[in-house]
Every structure is written in C-alpha cells, then in structure tokens.
C-alpha cells in the first residue's frame, strides 16, 4: 500500500482524489499497489463532503508522517507551495505538481533537492494540463536535438481569437463571453497578456536544453491589440491568427518568445480551436511530433498529476531523473531573430511602401484608408527600423514559417 496526502482541495487537488478513487484498479493493475489517500491538506471545512474523514489543516501532520510516500501540490502559487515542497522533498517524499509557476520559478532548484534525498519531482500537469508532453520530451525525444518548440499553451486565448474569427466579434466582447463560460478569470491579465504561456514555454525550454530559462528573459507579448480588421487579412490570406509560444535553437544561439502569429493553412496547428492546446517539436532527426488535447480542466490535469504519481510509485525511494541544471540558458536578444511580418499602413501610396519594404504584395479593398502586405524574411532589428521609416504602421504581426 503506498499511501499518498494531496495539497490543496480545489479544482485539480479535488481531481486528483476522484481519479485514484475512480481508478484505483487501474493504478493497481500497473503499478503493482494499491494507490490511497491518506490526507487532504487545505484551510477550509468541506461540510457534506467525504474529503472530510481524510482533512487535515497542518502540513506538519504530512510532512511528519513516514507512511505517507508521495505529496500531490496542487495549491497553485509560489508561497507555501514552495516550502512545503521542499519540506517534503527533505523528508525523502516525492512531489508531484500542476503548479507552473512554482516549477518555472524553481524547478532547477526542486530537482536537484529530490535528487539529493533519493526522491522526485515531477511535473506533467504544469504544462498543458491533460497533454503528455513533458515526459515524451525527457524520454521519447531525448535522442534529438531539439531545434524549436511551437506551442498554443493557452487555452483562454485560442478560444477568444477562434471566437473573434469565426464569429468577426471584437476582442472585449469575446473575453467577456469567455468569463461568463468559466474560460478566463475574472482578472484574465495573466491570460491575455501572454504571461501563462511565457511559463509554460520557459519550463519546456529548459527542459529542451538542459539549462535554466527565466519567464523574465521571455518577450512576451499578449493578444489585446488583435482585432477583426486583422481577422479580415488573414481571411484573405487564407490564414489565422494565433497567440504562440516558441523556443528556438539555431546556429548555436537560443530565442524564445511569445506573441501572436500569423499561421497558414499549412502548418499543423492552425486547425488547433477554441480551448484545446497542442505543442509541436521539432527534432533534427525525427521531425516534427504534435501533441494536442485539452490544456486545463478538472480531470484531464488531475489524470497529469496521477500519472505522475503512478512513475513514483514504481520508484520507490529512487530519483527519476531529470535534466534540468540551474546554471542559466543564455537567451539572445530577440531582435537577432529573423522571420517575415504582416504589416497594416494607413493610407493607399504604394509606391511609398515599396521604397521602404521592397517588392512585397500589397491587399487593397479589405479595409477603408489602408493597406497590408508580408514582408520578406528580415531581422526584428530591421522591422523596426523600417516601420519607423514608414512612420504609418497601423499594426504587425509576426508570421510563422
């Protein structure tokens, strides 16, 4: 019997209890044990509820348990979440989370401490909820050379711009319909303004390459300034527009960024809608691998978290290794990197246009009193230097290759 204590009864913590319960025979049939429960940790009473039997409102009564194997964070933020981590990582138990700001901030650190006390600290849930991504990326992919890292990391944001296109809504009417369905917070900055994704795409970068990638070191760039007229391009385009974030390695240099795209019918995760997520790698010698579900929710985190439990259980008083130093990946400026980008100017003097940007395509006749065109591959450096020159950029968005 391995005996288990969950951190949190909110949302995924109360997942996680439902999925060891409902699959228990499951557990047992591939881990060999009986899985259990044996404490709930959180400050409220839950009056009616079963969860009451196994409550406890002290972490001390967890952390001083020798019984207890395996600790389920699912408290979300950093503090306490971060010292009863590491209080149990000291006691010899491992640590399973969804927590992703507490794996971004500190995930280096976590490691090495599980490490040194013949534990683990692992992560799944942090990073597209219910989507393997995590695992495939220290195990399956770790022969590759990873060379980028595309992923549509939130759930919030590809609902309100597949809302937007499809339906021509402005951007404060989708968000609103998408607080009334439960889809974004009622503060949706960290949404909106791309910051979720910046630590979910700085966790899969580290553990892309070994290193320590800060969410601060990220260009992050969120979807407040997209509108219907840039919906109307794309259209025209035969595209659309999605909020990615994205890693890449190339000529021995690291970018990382996350902003909206541009994205043709082409690319893989441009059929990616409403709220699912989908994460694409590609690797120098096997090419591109998708991993695609829905990236939050209830059950599917909660079914993350207990998958890794299932890997702790089968090592038992071992460490699961993985790569992850605290020395720091060196991220280089993002104006270094090149791509192409979709330009809005006001006013209809092409021949102006042209002297700045070169021989680009120009749309006409999409929207009154402007224009728009996709440059040709250039540096970021570049475009703003251009854009200034031009002196009527109405809006850009970068385009994905």
């Known amino acids: 019997m391995v005996k288990v204590a969950i951190l949190g009864y909110g949302t995924v913590g109360s997942g996680v209890l439902e999925v060891i319960k409902s699959n228990n025979a499951a557990i047992k ?20 509820d079963p969860v009451q039997e196994i409550l406890v409102h002290d972490v001390d009564t967890i952390i001083n348990d020798p019984e207890v194997a395996i600790v389920c964070e699912t408290m979300g933020g950093e503090r306490p979440a971060y010292d009863f981590t590491k209080r149990a990582l000291e006691k010899g138990k491992s640590v399973c989370t969804s927590n992703k700001e507490l794996v971004e901030k500190h995930g280096a650190e976590l490691i090495k401490l599980a490490k040194a006390n013949n534990c683990s600290y692992l992560f799944e ?6 989507i393997p991504v995590i695992r495939p990326l220290c195990t399956s992919l770790a022969q590759e050379e990873i060379e980028s890292i595309t992923g549509i990391l939130n759930g919030t944001t590809n609902y309100i711009l597949s809302k937007m296109e499809n339906e021509g809504l402005a951007f404060e009417d989708v968000l609103k319909r998408a607080q009334e369905k439960g889809y974004a917070e009622k503060d949706p900055t960290a949404d909106i303004c791309g910051h979720d994704a910046g630590r979910k795409i700085a966790i899969l970068t580290s553990l892309a390459y070994g290193k ?17 007229k840039d919906f109307a391009y794309a259209k025209k385009l035969g595209c659309t527009i999605k909020l990615f974030a994205k890693s890449v390695h190339k000529d021995g240099k690291y970018y990382a960024l996350v902003a909206p795209f541009v ?21 120098n010698m096997g090419g591109d691998t998708m991993y695609y579900g829905k990236g939050a929710g ?18 038992l008083g071992k460490h699961v290794n993985i790569k992850w130093d605290e020395e720091k990946l060196a991220i280089s ?25 070169g021989d680009v395509e120009i749309m006409k006749d ?8 996709i440059t040709n591959e250039m540096s970021e450096a570049d475009y703003k230097e251009k854009a200034a ?10 385009v994905d290759a």
């Open 333 to 357: 400026p993002i104006d270094q990197a090149v791509r192409k980008f979709f330009v809005r100017v006001s006013g209809n003097d092409e021949a102006a246009v042209k002297a700045v940007f």
């Open 366 to 373: 999409v929207v009154d009193g402007e224009m728009a065109f």
């Open 125 to 130: 849930a942090s990073v597209g909820g219910g």
């Open 29 to 48: 049939n591939k881990t060999g044990e009986d899985v259990e429960v044996k404490y709930v940790l959180d400050l409220r009473e839950f009056e009616g």
């Open 212 to 228: 320590d990638v800060d969410f601060d070191d990220i260009t992050t760039i969120g979807i407040t300034d997209i509108t219907d």
């Open 298 to 315: 209830k059950l599917a985190t909660a079914s993350a978290v207990v998958a890794d439990v299932l890997d702790c259980v089968k090592h």
């Open 263 to 283: 994205v043709s019918s082409e690319n893989p995760l441009y059929s990616v809608k409403n709220v699912f997520n989908a994460i694409l790698v590609h690797g």
């Open 389 to 398: 020159k031009a002196g009527n950029v109405i809006g850009m968005i970068r």
